[in-house]
Structure formats: structure tokens, C-alpha cells
């Protein structure tokens, strides 16, 4: 990316400068006619009138020739505003076209970003960046060649025009202009100064409106909303006051300039009127001069103005190219072929390392050859190590040295977008975007832009693909599918379908998807291919359920008929509102609907009987804690118009206190809605008499016969010919309200539905109907376990040759997960799979499981690891059950839950010293501690001259050493020594230091073991001496501690 704004915007805009600068240069010849002209119209035209004047040989009149110069000057002023305003539209064109690219260019970039980059920047800094501080640049980029020298251009016209008058008004006219042109930048380089540091503080308050949109859940549990606005109110103030310092700074220069630039007109009219009156000057000259230099103040102002912007540009292309421009940027590689190569070949890992920038390795030296077609499986508590394996399998992070081949070719070569479409990924955070759930699982098919047809090509499309070109953009159009069928033989979206079943099979989601289905409400007119199917298999069912003697197990809908299993309110409609413009809780809000009742004499009788049934409704759940009951027997009562129902009955109740007129009104409302919601069947036939049952029906045929205009776009009737788009599919599927609670029966008729999905092949349309539905914003709207499945059916849609699953279920149980892996092996058997998990069983269907220990792989069943070369003398690869027996007898980690014990073996490794060798020195960092498994060690003190070394005390297992200086923070203070050969375990210290959180007293057991091991070979101590008269002098006092001074410190 070029580091000076100059080099982009000449590399990628120069022709067009080229024409800017020409338009500019053909303005001048205009500007300087136009300056000319009114000088002659004062002095030739009204200062000396003649007879006759002559123009192109012309003979005319004093008034024709003062009309033909004012035309003229007419025409030139419209001839400089027609160069203007071209001028300016080719920059604005010029300059937006730039900036489209350089915001193509920054997208691509941060595509490329390495994974580990994105956790240093935020989300809204990022889109902050492309989105608004790119913005200012569009009128620099235009203005970067044209505008220096048209306003320079401009105001050397005007300048030569004011010389060519006098030349002692020109030098009058640019006296200031180097007084203008030397103070103004700086001043303005201060005020750019602090634009900049603006600009970094309002990035990092985007950075914390972000921190805490994230984290706004934490922000409630533990408080701190008073804390974090404190902070917000300190980021706006620091804004403030830097605005503030600009606004103060920037009149000043404004201020300045203008003093500046109104001391000039003084000296002309003094000066000028001096030569004027002295007839050294004409007084048209002089008034053209006040003219000229009238327009010559705004060009200076624009050059003035133009410094200050190529400043403030710079600054922020710079700022942007620095932040765009992170090391280790991915490049594309060449682009996929048209039939591009599979990857069905051997995967190798040779000498495979990775490492975090402090140096941290997480992987050593990995090697290893992953057959095709095998299910690999790997297993580490290290989840970290395991993500950052999985992710260098999948090149989504580069490993700090090593190879990774496929076949015969490298990793690196592979260009991305055929690993794209030949190998897939899942991890345990899977990433949605915004729009259905289909379109999410056939996201790794749009690898096929839609074609343009010349013939049929609209003017827009024509026009969006030149200027695409134009600014450096990507011509492919978004108004098309971009499918790939032809990746996993398929031709459309009908063939496609049967590979959709099958993948949604084998993730074991196909159940819990098609029961989802048939809950499922959608509107037909949006989906009218889904809503044809099921109608078919509705006319099936009720064919069948007819012929099997089971009508008594449904009440259908019939329009002459009263349905004592549905509610009042559908019974009157024949129908339901649209959900939107009327709902059942708001229906008798409706005057027509109001109307109607009063007119059959239903609306007394329906608040009568809704008071009833909503004292019933409160009585029974107004202090229930299963609110899910009454939303189940009740769907259309939300919290909302229950807590109305509440504060309405507590009014009945009230006896002694009238209620106001206003709550009459509304509670009058509010039961006669309850009326509506009565389902007699279910809440009793004795709360809807005959009386009021004929009138309900007596409604419904009036509406059935002419439905008033206020209702006719918001019922939707029942009619068994059309999908009803209120009901949800089983309900519309049964066309009726189930009639039994007996479960026997009720599977019955859940049986039947089934056979008529599958007779009628509409089974699988439940299912697309569930991947039609919206996924939220990241998914917000599925629960995890069903974006992980949705993730695996992702890769399984393109048949990838390498799928590779960093634990991509870990919300699942682990026999869940194994049948999911093995289901998957059987639908692409050719594909090799490799399992990444913190613990997997041993299980034959594996053809090789390997444990990842301390960043090296050793194979299950084997001992040693993959012959890393850089695995020290004498060390070896232990599982951690040794470990964790050792940590247990340790006076210091004995008592310690296993789990806390498993972390600290994090990153441990077990060590050999021969004996006479040091474990440690005195002055070494404190970076590990040791546990002693076998052996005897001892803590000495190096004495100086070559004498041999003081013994303090013997160290013996299972002994921790190397914790008191590793808790303290300081350089080792001793130094231990192998008595014999020894085995060691060492921990790390971050492990260590990090198991201060959940032990709290871990440096009183660490003082404690210390205490005993040197108290352990204490001389016995006699009684102290009496007390003598003087003290003991300095040096005999330092000769007395010296010997034991290193033991005084270590205890």
C-alpha cells in the first residue's frame, strides 16, 4: 500500500489530472477577459463617450456599444462559471472514485488481516476507519492537482492584470501575501495537530461503545454502569477540550487572515487614490484594481485553505495505511481454475512450529502425514494449542516455521479460494450472517458469478460496470445467484435439495428441524412452492382420516358450523387477523368489529361473560409461578395485557371505591377482548349459552356473505382450498382443532401427518421451511447447539475433500458427537476428517488418534512423540496421570482438586539432571518451578575463590523447588544442585502464578515447606546467652550471619 497520498492518487488517477490541469490552464484566457472587460466599460463606454465606436470593424452607437460590452461580460461570466462548475463535478467525480477504491483496497486488506491482528484491533475502529475517516479524502483527491493550480493559476491572472494596471498597485496588492503565506501554515500545523489526536480519541471511545455493547451483560450483573459512564464522561471530555483548543486556535488564524487580507484594501484606495489624483492612474483602472483584488483574496484563501487540507490528508492516509498494514498480510494467490484440482491427497506436517509474538510456543515441530480419506482424531487440554493447530491445518494462521503439504504441493500455494471450496472448518464459535438459515448452509457454494448478458444488459448495469472499473472496484453483479451447483452435481435448487436432506441427516438434525417445522407460521405468497406441497398433503390427510374412522379426533373448520374447540374469536371470523394491522387482542378496538356486536346483541353479553372468564384467568395465574402454562393455554394473553387483567379485576374487587369513567372504558374493553379468547371446549361451554353461540354465528355469515372494506385486508378467512397464513403448518395441515387430550390418539394423528408429508413428498418442504427462517444478527435468534449444526452442514454442502472440526460440538455429549463424525464419514467416505477435542475415547472407527502434550503430538498406543528434533537428552512424553500423582503427594499441591491440578500441568514437561549438575544458579530468572519425582537434591551455597560449595539442606521427593522466588518476583537466591540423577517435573511459572486466584494461601504452603526443609537439619540451638551491656560491633555481627545468609533468605 504507497505510504504518500501524492503516489496513490497519481497512480490511480494521473490521466485524469492531466485532463484537470488542461481545463484548468483553458479557464485563464476567460478569467482574465472577464477582469479586463470591466475596465473598459468605465473608461471607454461611460467615462469617454464617443459618437461612433468601432468593434471587429463594426460602427456603433455609444448605448450599442456599452449593450454589446455588458453582453460580453455576460457571456464570459457564464463562460468562467461553466469552466467552474465542470471543473468541480470532474473533481468531485475524480475524487469519490478514488475514494471507492481506497475503501475496496482497505475491505481487501482487512481480509487478509492474520487472525491474531483482529484481537488487537475493535470491530468499530475498523469500520470507523473505512467508513468516515476515508470520507474528507474524497475532495483532497480531487483537489490534489487541479485545485494549486487553478486557484494558483487564478491569482497569478489577477496579479499579472494588477501589474499590467500599475505596477505600483500590483506590489501594493502582494505585499502581505508572504507574511500571510509563512504565518498561516504554522499556526494551521497546530490546529492539524490537535485534529489528530482528536481523531485518536474519538477511535478509542468508538473502541469502548463497542467494549461495551459487548459487554453490557457484565455491566448490569456487577453494577458498574456508574464506573463505566464516569468513563465514557472522561473520553467526551478530553474531546471536549481538544475541540475546544481547535475552535480557539482556528478563529484566531481566521482572525488573523482576514486582518490581513483587509489592510490591503487600504493601501489601494490610499495609494490609488494618490496616483489617481496625481492623473498617474485612471479611476477605471483604479476600480478595476479594487475588483481585481476583491477576486484575488478568495483564490489566496483556497491556497491557504488547499495546505491545511494536503496536511490534514496525509496525516490520515498515513494513519490509515499504518493501521491497514499489519506484518504477515495474507496475498492472494493465483485464482482457481474453471475445473479446479481436488484435494484428495496425503495432508503432512514437517517440522511444524508455532509461536505468539512474546515467543510462547504453542506447537513444537509437529510432524506428521494424515492418509486421504482417514478420520484422524486429536485430543489436548491445551485448547489453545488445539485452536491454533486447527487453524494452521486450514492456513487460517501461518506457522512460524515448518511445512504443511497436500500431495505435492505447499499450503501457501494453494490459492485461498480453492481451499475454499475443497476444505472446511468448524469451530465452537460459529459465525453466522445476517439473512436465512439456507442461505447461511449454502454460504461455501457462491463461488459462480452471475453472468452479464451484453444483449439484455440494463443502461444501469452498463454505467455501474464502468464506473467499477473506473475506481478499481469488482465488476461481478449481486443481482443473481451465485450458487455454484456444478461444485456438488447439482443443476438447481430442486436437485440441490436431496443433498440438503441428506446433509441435515447426518449432523442428526433432521428430527428436531421438521418438529420445529411444523410450528412453523409463514405467509404463502412468500413462499408459494412450500405452501403448494403441504396443501396436497392436507387434501391426503383428510382423505385418511376419514377412511381410518378417526373425524372424531378432529374438529375441522366448516363455514356453517359453530367449532366448540376454537376460540370465540375464530369462530366469528371464520378466520384470524392478519396479525399486524388486527390482532385477537385488539380486535374489538375495531369500530366495524364493535359494530357488529352491538348490532346481534353480543357486546353486553361478551363483557358480561369476558368479566367472568378474566376473574377465572387472574384467580388461577395471578400468583402461579408457571407462567408457561398459561402462555401455552393462552397465546395471545402476553405479559403485557395480563398485568392490564390484573390491575382490572383488583378494580372489580374493589367494591367501596367507584371506578373512574376512564377505567369503565377500558376494562369494558379488556373483558369483551377476554370473551374473544374463549375456547368453550377447553374453558367451559357454559361461559358461551346458545343464545350467544347463534349470535357468533349469525356474525360470521354476515362477514362470510360481504366483508366490510375496514376488514378485508386484515382477516384471513379458513378456506380448505388455500394455505392460511395465521395457522402454522400442523394446524394447516389439519385444517381443524384436535378434539382429545389423549396422547394415544394425539400420536395417532402426529403418525398421519407424517404418512401424508411422505405420500405427498412435502416432507421435506417442513424442512427448507425451518432454513428459510430469518438467523438473526450472528445468529442471535438459534440457539448454539442448532449454529453448530447449521456450521457443520455448511462444510458438508460443498463435499469438501479436508473438513477439519475444532471442537465444533462441545454443546453436544460426546456420544452424540462420535455418532455425528462416524454419520458424516459414511456420507463422503472420500473425505479426510480430522477431530479436534479436548478428550476422545479410544474407538476403532478412528484410524489414528494422537495426543497433543506440551506442543508436540504423540500417537495413542505409542511411546515417545513424533520424533520432534527439538526434544532434549533424556526427556520424555508422559500422559497426565503421573504427573497428577506426583502433584497429589506434594506438600504443597496435595490437597488441590484435580482440575486446578490439570491446569498447572499446562505446558509442563518432565526433566532428567545428572548428578553434580545444577538445577539452577543463584542470579538465573525465576521463570519455572520443579517437583522432584526421583533422586536427592540439595540447596547449596557457591562460595567464592573455586571452594567447594556450603551445603544448607537435602531435598528429597516429593518436594517443591524454585516456587518462593517464582511467588516473589525476583531473581533465583539460591541455587540447587543434583546429589544423584534426578527427575524432574517442571511447571510453568504463569501456570503457577495464575493458581494464586483460586488458592489464595498457596505462598503460606510454599513459606511452610521451606520452614520445615531448613529446620530439618538445624543445629540444635542453645539458650541465648543474658543480655550484655554493650552491643555486639558491625563487623563481628556480619561474621556471625554471613554463613547462613543464604538460608536466612530462602526462609
Known amino acids: 500500500m504507497d505510504r504518500n497520498i501524492f503516489q496513490f492518487i497519481w497512480k490511480h488517477s494521473g490521466r485524469q489530472q492531466i485532463l484537470l490541469a488542461l481545463l484548468t490552464v483553458a479557464s485563464f484566457p476567460v478569467l482574465y477577459a472577464s477582469l479586463e472587460l470591466p475596465k473598459i466599460i468605465i473608461n471607454r463606454a461611460l467615462s469617454d463617450p464617443q459618437p461612433v465606436r468601432e468593434i471587429l470593424g463594426v460602427a456603433m452607437g455609444p448605448v450599442t456599444y456599452l449593450l454589446v460590452l455588458c453582453f460580453t461580460f455576460l457571456a464570459l461570466v457564464l463562460a468562467n462559471g461553466a469552466f467552474k462548475m465542470r471543473i468541480n463535478t470532474f473533481k468531485g467525480v475524480v475524487g469519490e472514485r478514488q475514494v471507492r477504491r481506497l475503501r475496496f483496497l482497505l475491505l481487501d486488506r482487512m481480509l487478509r488481516f492474520p487472525l491474531p491482528h483482529f484481537s488487537k484491533v475493535s470491530q ?101 454502569v456508574r464506573y463505566v459512564m464516569a468513563e465514557f464522561s472522561q473520553y467526551l471530555g478530553s474531546i471536549y477540550w481538544i475541540r475546544l483548543e481547535i475552535y480557539k486556535r482556528k478563529y484566531f488564524v481566521k482572525f488573523l487572515n482576514n486582518f490581513i487580507n483587509q489592510i490591503t484594501p487600504f493601501f489601494l484606495f490610499s495609494i490609488g487614490g494618490y496616483l489617481v489624483l496625481h492623473g498617474n492612474m485612471s479611476i477605471g483602472a483604479l476600480v478595476a484594481a479594487l475588483s481585481a483584488f476583491k477576486d484575488l483574496t478568495a483564490p489566496w484563501k483556497e491556497l491557504l485553505d488547499y495546505y491545511q487540507n494536503m496536511i490534514d490528508a496525509q496525516i490520515k492516509y498515513e494513519q490509515i495505511a499504518d493501521q491497514f498494514s499489519p506484518p504477515f498480510l495474507f496475498e492472494w494467490t493465483t485464482p482457481t481454475p474453471a475445473t479446479p484440482p481436488d484435494l ?21 515441530r509437529l510432524s506428521l502425514e494424515v492418509p486421504p480419506g482417514s478420520l484422524i482424531g486429536i485430543a489436548g487440554t491445551n485448547a489453545l494449542a488445539l485452536r491454533r493447530l486447527a487453524e494452521v491445518l486450514v492456513r487460517l494462521s501461518p506457522p512460524t516455521s515448518g511445512r504443511i503439504t497436500i500431495g505435492d504441493q505447499s499450503l501457501d500455494a494453494i490459492p485461498l479460494e480453492l481451499l475454499g471450496r475443497r476444505m472446511a472448518y468448524a469451530s465452537p464459535e460459529p459465525r453466522m450472517f445476517t439473512g436465512s438459515m439456507m442461505q447461511n448452509i449454502t454460504y461455501g457454494l457462491r463461488h459462480r458469478p452471475p453472468a452479464d448478458d451484453p444483449d439484455s444488459m440494463s443502461p444501469a448495469r452498463r454505467r455501474e460496470i464502468v464506473e467499477a472499473e473506473a475506481s478499481g472496484n469488482s465488476t461481478d453483479s449481486m443481482e443473481g445467484i451465485w450458487t455454484d451447483f456444478a461444485m456438488i452435481g447439482a443443476t438447481d435448487w430442486t436437485s440441490l435439495r436431496p ?21 412453523e407460521v409463514f405467509d404463502p405468497d412468500d413462499y408459494p412452492f412450500v405452501a403448494q406441497p403441504l396443501l396436497r398433503a392436507r387434501h391426503w390427510l383428510r382423505d385418511a382420516i376419514t377412511e381410518r374412522g378417526m373425524d372424531k379426533l378432529l374438529a375441522r373448520f366448516e363455514r356453517d358450523c359453530f367449532n366448540p374447540y376454537a376460540s370465540l374469536a375464530e369462530n366469528m371470523l371464520f378466520g384470524l387477523p392478519d396479525g399486524k394491522r388486527l390482532t385477537v387482542a385488539r380486535m374489538v378496538c375495531n369500530p366495524t368489529v364493535r359494530e357488529l356486536m352491538e348490532t346481534y346483541g353480543l357486546w353486553d353479553s361478551a363483557v358480561r361473560i369476558g368479566r367472568r372468564f378474566a376473574m377465572r384467568v387472574v384467580g388461577v395465574y395471578r400468583d402461579s409461578a408457571d407462567g408457561d402454562v398459561m402462555i401455552m393455554r393462552y397465546p395471545h394473553i402476553d405479559d403485557a395485557l395480563f398485568e392490564e387483567l390484573v390491575e382490572a379485576v383488583t378494580r372489580l374487587k374493589r367494591r367501596s371505591e367507584r371506578p373512574q369513567r376512564r377505567h369503565q372504558e377500558a376494562d369494558t374493553l379488556l373483558f369483551a377482548t377476554m370473551f374473544l379468547m374463549i375456547v368453550p371446549k377447553r374453558d367451559g361451554m357454559d361461559f358461551v349459552p346458545p343464545a350467544e353461540r347463534e349470535a357468533i354465528m349469525a356474525i360470521r355469515r354476515s362477514l362470510l356473505n360481504e366483508m366490510p372494506y375496514e376488514l378485508r385486508d386484515k382477516v384471513a378467512v379458513f378456506d380448505p382450498d388455500l394455505y392460511h397464513p395465521r395457522l402454522n403448518v400442523m394446524d394447516n395441515l389439519l385444517f381443524g382443532r384436535i378434539t382429545t387430550e389423549d396422547p394415544r390418539a394425539i400420536t395417532q394423528l402426529r403418525v398421519l401427518v407424517d404418512e401424508a408429508l411422505e405420500r405427498t413428498d412435502a416432507r421435506a418442504f417442513v424442512l427448507i421451511l425451518v432454513a428459510l427462517g430469518e438467523v438473526g444478527i450472528g445468529g442471535s435468534l438459534l440457539p448454539i447447539s442448532v449454529r453448530q449444526r447449521v456450521q457443520l452442514i455448511r462444510g458438508l454442502m460443498k463435499k469438501p475433500d479436508i473438513f477439519v472440526i475444532y471442537q465444533a460440538l462441545n454443546s453436544y455429549d460426546p456420544e452424540e458427537r462420535l455418532r455425528i463424525f462416524l454419520a458424516m464419514k459414511e456420507l463422503l467416505p472420500t473425505m479426510t476428517l480430522i477431530v479436534l477435542e479436548e478428550r476422545i475415547s479410544d474407538n476403532p472407527a478412528f484410524d489414528a488418534l494422537y495426543d497433543l502434550e506440551d506442543g508436540r503430538l504423540v500417537r495413542r498406543g505409542q511411546n515417545g512423540a513424533d520424533h520432534d528434533e527439538d526434544t532434549m537428552p533424556g526427556e520424555t512424553e508422559e500422559t497426565d496421570e503421573p504427573a497428577l500423582r506426583l502433584l497429589s503427594r506434594s506438600p504443597v499441591f496435595s490437597d488441590l482438586p484435580e482440575t486446578v491440578l490439570r491446569r498447572l500441568l499446562t505446558a509442563s514437561e518432565w526433566r532428567t539432571v545428572a548428578a553434580g549438575d545444577f538445577i539452577y544458579r543463584s542470579g538465573e530468572p525465576s521463570e519455572f518451578t520443579f517437583v522432584l519425582a526421583e533422586g536427592e537434591a540439595e540447596l547449596v551455597r557457591l562460595m567464592p575463590d573455586n571452594q567447594p560449595p556450603l551445603h544448607i539442606a537435602y531435598i528429597k521427593p516429593p518436594e517443591v523447588i524454585g516456587d518462593l522466588e517464582l511467588l516473589a518476583g525476583v531473581r533465583r537466591f539460591s541455587t540447587i544442585r543434583a546429589r544423584t540423577d534426578l527427575r524432574l517435573l517442571r511447571l510453568d511459572g504463569a501456570n503457577m502464578l495464575r493458581l494464586l486466584s483460586s488458592v489464595p494461601d498457596l505462598p503460606l504452603r510454599v513459606i511452610q515447606q521451606v520452614g520445615k526443609r531448613l529446620t530439618s537439619e538445624a543445629p540444635a540451638v542453645p539458650p541465648p546467652a543474658p543480655a550484655q551491656a554493650s552491643l555486639p560491633s558491625p563487623g563481628s555481627q556480619a561474621a556471625e550471619t554471613s554463613d547462613n545468609s543464604e538460608s536466612a533468605t530462602q526462609a
Open 499 to 519: 443433498w440438503f436432506m441428506q446433509c441435515l441427516a447426518a449432523t442428526g438434525g433432521e428430527t428436531a428441524v421438521y418438529q420445529r417445522g411444523l410450528r
Open 124 to 224: 468499530g475502529e475498523l469500520i470507523s476507519t473505512i467508513s468516515a475517516e476515508t470520507e474528507p479524502l474524497a475532495g483532497f483527491i480531487g483537489d490534489s492537482f487541479a485545485q494549486p493550480l487553478y486557484q494558483g493559476g487564478t491569482m497569478l491572472t489577477i496579479l499579472l492584470f494588477l501589474f499590467i494596471q500599475q505596477p505600483t498597485i500590483g506590489l501594493v496588492s502582494v505585499a502581505l501575501i508572504p507574511v500571510q503565506a509563512y504565518i498561516i501554515p504554522k499556526l494551521q500545523m497546530k490546529v492539524k495537530l490537535l485534529g489528530k489526536e482528536r481523531v485518536r480519541k474519538v477511535r478509542q471511545l468508538s473502541e469502548r461503545i463497542g467494549e461495551s455493547v459487548e459487554n453490557v451483560r457484565e455491566v448490569r450483573v456487577n453494577g458498574t
Open 344 to 364: 484428495k491427497a496425503p495432508l503432512r506436517l514437517e517440522a511444524v512450529t508455532w509461536a505468539n509474538e512474546y515467543g510462547d510456543r504453542m506447537l513444537q
